[in-house]
């Protein structure tokens, strides 16, 4: 079946503009999670979604970050006034949800390079 | 979440068994240990999971210390499609919630 999908597989940029990054989860899955990786660096967690709502987004950076998912399938991330630091894979990944252990599964990300 | 520790780096010979400590010290009771991959470009992997028993599945092992303070994945015949950086995370919250990703072992299958 299909997995996570994520587009555009890439994203440049000027410093300043506004980005948005879309995320097709797996059909189904009830939680989504967006990661931003930095070269040579793990996964760092943005934010969670459980269904519609944003169940945690104590990992997005400042304000400039916004998340939204309004039917709980598609996710949209949204950065304002992009900064060169912004410059990162932004990963996407699914769960089924629920309150067992459920594995995540990670789309391929959108790589950001702010210019 | 309990902090994890692991090798930078490792090698292994094609076709042996790849074994990837882990040291959770500050692990708690109900935390588990979770191992993930990331191959070179593609978003990260769940590869197993386990509480205090030792686990199997079809692409490795994980066998924790009776203390829980550290667990091994093991890839019982490792291949050139094994090279990957290798993730443990012993998350707070069990379930659905953020996995904190450490900077993992970077593990080099050797023809």
């Known amino acids: 079946g299909a997995g996570v999908s994520q587009t555009p597989s890439n994203k440049v940029t000027e410093k300043g503009k506004y980005v948005e990054l879309r995320c097709d989860p797996i059909s189904g899955h009830t939680a989504l999670y967006w990661y931003r990786q930095s070269l040579g660096q793990g996964p760092e967690f943005l934010i969670y979604f459980q269904g519609t709502g944003a169940a945690d987004d104590s990992g997005l950076p400042n304000d400039r970050f916004f998340a939204v998912r309004p039917e709980g399938s598609v996710s949209t991330l949204k950065i304002q006034r992009t900064e060169r630091g912004d410059s990162a894979v932004y990963l996407c990944?699914?769960?089924?949800?629920?309150?067992?252990?459920?594995?995540?599964?990670f789309g391929p990300g959108t790589r950001l390079t702010v210019l | 979440d309990a902090k994890t520790t692991q090798p930078p780096s490792m090698d292994c010979a094609e076709g042996r068994a790849a074994n990837l400590p882990c040291n959770h010290s500050?692990?708690?009771?109900?935390?588990?240990v979770y191992w993930y991959r990331q191959i070179h470009s593609q978003g990260p992997q769940y590869i197993i999971h386990g509480l205090k028993n030792n686990e199997t599945n079809e692409m490795a092992s994980l066998i924790i210390t009776e203390d829980r303070k550290s667990s091994t994945l093991i890839l019982p015949h490792a291949t050139l499609r094994d090279t990957a950086v290798y993730y443990c995370i012993a998350p707070t919250n069990f379930g659905n919630e953020k996995l904190t990703f450490g900077t993992g072992t970077r593990l080099t299958i050797i023809p």
């Open positions: 990944a699914s769960s089924l949800g629920g309150y067992a252990y459920n594995e995540q599964f």
């Open positions: 500050t692990i708690s009771g109900n935390e588990y």
